[in-house]
């Protein structure tokens, strides 16, 4: 079974997949470990937030997980 990380998905959901994805998510300059907002915040409401754009931040995760 392969592994997507989708737009949906939230910050705290994601970072407890791979410690990879803190990296990644560190080169967007989003310091999601310890904000209390990545426990229910999804990576779109996120990238919004931040300016980014949602597809590169999930091309980049999911290039963790060979997707």
Same mark, same amino acid.
């Given at each position: 079974?392969? %592994?997507?990380? %989708?737009?949906?998905?939230?910050?705290?959901?994601?970072?407890?997949?791979?410690?990879?994805?803190?990296?990644?998510?560190?080169?967007?300059?989003?310091?999601?470990?310890?904000?209390?907002?990545?426990?229910?915040?999804?990576?779109?409401?996120?990238?919004?937030?931040?300016?980014?754009?949602?597809?590169?931040?999930?091309?980049?995760?999911?290039?963790?997980?060979?997707?």
């Amino acid at each position: 079974m392969s %592994t997507t990380i %989708t737009k949906d998905m939230t910050f705290h959901q994601v970072m407890r997949m791979n410690p990879e994805v803190l990296k990644v998510l560190g080169k967007f300059q989003l310091g999601c470990v310890g904000c209390m907002g990545a426990q229910h915040e999804t990576l779109e409401q996120g990238a919004m937030a931040h300016g980014l754009d949602v597809e590169e931040l999930l091309r980049e995760l999911n290039a963790l997980f060979g997707e």
